[in-house]
């Protein structure tokens, strides 16, 4: 069974899956060790880890490259972060087959403008929607029907205000899933009336990004007593690598010493490269 049929069929269990965000293959490994089924892979944190400023300057090779090294190293389904598809609808459907190529099950599309300065830019409704078409024909194409398109909207935060920004992002995600997306994934939602009115509003499945600075009193429980089809965590992993490796390296740094210092111990280290 391919890996897209798979993701598929955990979307359609009615269970909120749950996908923390990956961003290289070591924590990959570790999210598949810690019983979670599905991995999702994000740009930004891949391009944070080898310091580039942005995910438009990371860049679609890297991306890919970076996405099909975590597919070789977990064996649970993975969905890339494939940003804006990296150019209009014909660059889309080049994208969706690299991606497919590297083993992924799915992948995110999203409608913001990459890497333009300034206050938030969307793509034209009718754009966007046809990105979407253009992945789902390389997917159809390429004998993966069951790709998931995971097709991201940041309306909440473009419009003049949060109310306006609500609404366009509804109307957004039911165009994309008319479109061929299977979810519908609205960014920047930061509280449970938020994310229940989209649930409401929205015609198919609801993805919501969870643990992020924006919405940390937001659980997991509480998004899944809504009915949200999935939670991303997108920052999790890599924010928190960076908070240990700060941490004990300033104790070593204050002290000489390794007191405060939580290690992975040797067997801990063996078991993740089990696959």
């Known amino acids: ?22 961003y290289d293959p070591l924590s990959a490994r570790m999210i598949e060790k810690l019983g979670f089924p599905a991995v999702q892979c994000s740009g930004f944190s891949m391009a944070l880890a080898v310091c580039c400023p942005s995910e438009a300057e990371f860049g679609r090779e890297r991306n890919v490259a970076a996405t099909a090294a975590i597919c070789q190293a977990v064996t649970v389904p993975v969905m890339a972060d494939a940003e804006d598809g990296f150019g209009d609808a014909a660059v889309v459907a080049e994208t ?99 994310a ?30 809504c009915g949200v089809a999935r939670v991303s965590l997108p920052s999790l992993m890599v924010f928190a690598a960076i908070r240990a490796m700060m941490d004990s390296l300033a104790s070593v740094r204050q002290t000489d010493c390794f007191d405060d210092i939580l290690t992975c111990s040797m067997e801990d280290a063996a078991r993740l490269l089990q696959v």
């Open 196 to 225: 229940r009115r989209l649930v409401g509003e929205v015609q198919g499945p609801v993805s919501i990004a969870a643990g992020m600075p924006y919405n940390l009193g937001l659980s997991v429980a509480e998004l899944r007593e």
């Open 96 to 194: 969706a087959r690299l991606y497919l190529q590297a083993g992924v099950a799915g992948l995110n599309l999203e409608d913001q403008v990459l890497g333009v300065p300034g206050p938030k830019q969307l793509v034209p409704r009718e754009a966007a929607a046809a990105k979407i078409r253009a992945a789902r024909q390389a997917a159809a194409d390429a004998g993966v029907p069951d790709l998931v398109i995971n097709a991201r909207t940041d309306a909440l935060t473009a419009g003049p205000s949060r109310e306006e920004g609500l609404a366009e992002a509804a109307t957004r995600a039911n165009l994309y899933l008319a479109a061929g997306a299977d979810l519908a994934f609205v960014v920047a939602v930061a509280t449970v009336e938020e």
């Open 1 to 22: 069974m391919h890996a897209a049929t798979v993701l598929k069929q955990l979307l359609s269990s009615g269970e909120t899956l749950v996908m923390p965000d990956a």
